[in-house]
């Protein structure tokens, strides 16, 4: 199957003062229904499990301020919750979805993950969106380092994961969505291309991490060198902004594209 898109929506996109905003939900998956109706099978990483989590338990606390175990309790609330949200909202638009969550432990096994990328490749060509997440209920690799995982399929976040799954998949595309609007130079001003060589660069001079997710502006550029690296173009978009999902696949200019 050619043309497949993988998107990645990122904590930080979903979240409106600690909560999960509804209402760009919705915006987006009316723009990923339509990235459909053009002719580009979709795989949608998402966050926010812990997010929608906290919001149900009535939890004060961000993300970031959260132990280990309070994370993980929260994912598990959080989870089927943002699940049935996307059920929901796709329906609606006639689309069936499906969920399938990963740890680095089960990436750690050939077949697991050979089976991991066979299971997603059918689901897309049965015209099913899989939604896929981190498995942050059950994910040990806070507490220890996952021993005999290979750098190749090794992730600290949902951006690297959305790299390593639209490489395998041979994706033509990755979007990652953030709430910025793109790569900024250092005068605040969007860097609109760049090539995979310029990345490298570019991450060691980066630091800082999103208020509400756990990856930053380096975590994305990081993803993109990977996949861009393995023949994928990459988008970095504001996910905010209605629109620019659209203008990405009608080729047109839309946050920080990386080329191959």
Do not use: W
């Not at 723009?31 to 997010?51: C, D, F, H, Q, W």
């Amino acid at each position: 199957m050619h043309n497949i898109a993988v998107i990645k929506i990122g904590t930080s996109v979903l979240s409106n003062n600690g909560k999960l905003d509804k209402g760009v939900l919705k915006g987006i998956v009316d723009e990923i229904s339509r990235v459909k109706n053009m002719g580009y099978p979709v795989a949608l990483v998402t966050s926010g499990a812990i997010l929608t989590g906290i919001e149900a338990l009535g939890i004060s606390k961000k993300p970031s301020a959260l132990s280990l175990r309070e994370k993980q309790v929260s994912a598990a609330v959080g989870q089927p919750l943002l699940m049935k949200e996307y059920v929901d909202l796709f329906a609606e638009r006639g689309i069936k979805v499906a969920q399938i969550l990963v740890t680095e432990e089960d990436f750690s096994i050939k077949t697991c993950f050979n089976n991991f990328i066979r299971t997603t490749r059918a689901l897309i060509e049965s015209g099913i969106i899989p939604v896929i997440n981190e498995n942050d209920a059950i994910s040990v690799k806070e507490l220890v380092n996952v021993l005999n995982v290979s750098n190749l399929v090794r992730f600290g976040d949902n951006d690297r994961l959305s790299a390593i799954i639209s490489s395998n998949l041979k994706a033509s595309r990755l979007v990652i969505m953030t709430d910025v609007d793109g790569v900024l130079d250092q005068k605040g001003r969007i860097m609109k291309k760049l090539k995979s060589g310029e990345i490298e660069s570019l991450t060691k001079k980066l630091r800082g991490m999103s208020e509400y997710g756990r990856g930053g502006i380096r975590s994305k550029l990081e993803a993109a060198l990977l996949a861009s690296s393995n023949g994928v173009t990459v988008n970095i978009i504001n996910g905010k902004k209605r629109g620019l999902l659209i203008q990405v696949f009608e080729g047109k200019e839309a946050g920080t594209v990386i080329t191959p």
